[in-house]
């Protein structure tokens, strides 16, 4: 595939480690499988699975990943808009069924970063909320070698979100979506949107230009909203737009 995932609205959290492959396609595994072998020694590849968060640098993608996801593959391509892009594809349980999870990380090269792009569950665009809390999930429940495997653990569906789960989604994004400054978020309370609308967790974004802008979380579906005077974005839009 020579185009990034595009991104769009998805279900609650329910996610699983997974050690099994689905083949629902046959020809696309192979591929993957193939690109992995030659792909292995590829700068890109190599570079975002020794990648880590900041949070805690002895975890590595590379380390994280083939703990927590079936039949680990990865690739590297360059995309049609001349983006390099590394692929990684894995099974894993959603929803109490096996999906093969294909996550793209973007690189740049002349800053020595990466981020997580897109996500797509046999190969149907995810959000990226899904995105973020499915790498969160991954690291939190990854353990180092010799302790028992995480395949087993299950994790429950929930209605809504709480705040605190609210504040590591946006902690979440912060850690994937490096800025030119420093930023923090500074939570404000709750409240209903519109007068019987969502019930959101209000939040700040303070730039370190003292400019900030207001930020909810859906109780219900974990997005993030940016209201920036004018209109609301998506967070991941505003970051495009703003931020990059």
Same mark, same amino acid.
């Given at each position: ?21 689905? *083949? ?17 020694? =590829? ?15 002895? *975890? ?50 002349? =800053? ?38 995480? =395949? ?52 700040? *974004? ?11 979380? #859906?109780?219900?579906?974990? #997005? ?21």
């Amino acid at each position: 595939m020579k185009k990034l995932i595009a991104l769009s609205v998805s279900a609650a959290l329910l996610f699983s480690a997974c050690s099994n492959a689905a *083949l629902k396609d046959a020809g696309k595994e192979l591929e993957d499988t193939i690109s992995n072998v030659t792909n292995a020694d =590829n700068e890109y590849v190599l570079m975002v699975k020794g990648g880590y968060r900041e949070t805690n640098p002895d *975890l590595t993608y590379g380390n994280v990943f083939e703990q927590f996801f079936g039949t680990p593959r990865w690739k590297y391509f360059k995309s049609e808009d001349g983006q390099d892009v590394v692929e990684f594809t894995g099974d894993c349980m959603y929803a109490d069924a096996q999906v093969k999870a294909r996550i793209q990380f973007i690189v740049d090269e002349e =800053n020595g970063t990466f981020e997580a792009a897109a996500l797509a569950f046999n190969e149907v665009p995810q959000t990226d909320i899904l995105l973020l809390s499915l790498i969160s999930k991954a690291f939190e429940e990854a353990e180092p070698t010799g302790q028992e495997s995480i =395949n087993e653990t299950e994790f429950v569906e929930q209605e809504n979100f709480t705040a605190e789960e609210a504040v590591q989604l946006l902690n979440n994004w912060l850690e994937n979506h490096p800025m030119v400054y420093d930023c923090e978020f500074e939570y404000n309370g709750e409240r209903t949107l519109y007068s019987g609308g969502p019930e959101v967790y209000d939040f700040y *974004l303070i730039l370190d230009d003292d400019a900030w802008y207001p930020v909810t979380v #859906e109780k219900s579906t974990g #997005e993030i909203w940016v209201d920036i005077g004018q209109e609301v974005l998506l967070i991941d839009e505003f970051y495009s737009i703003f931020c990059n």
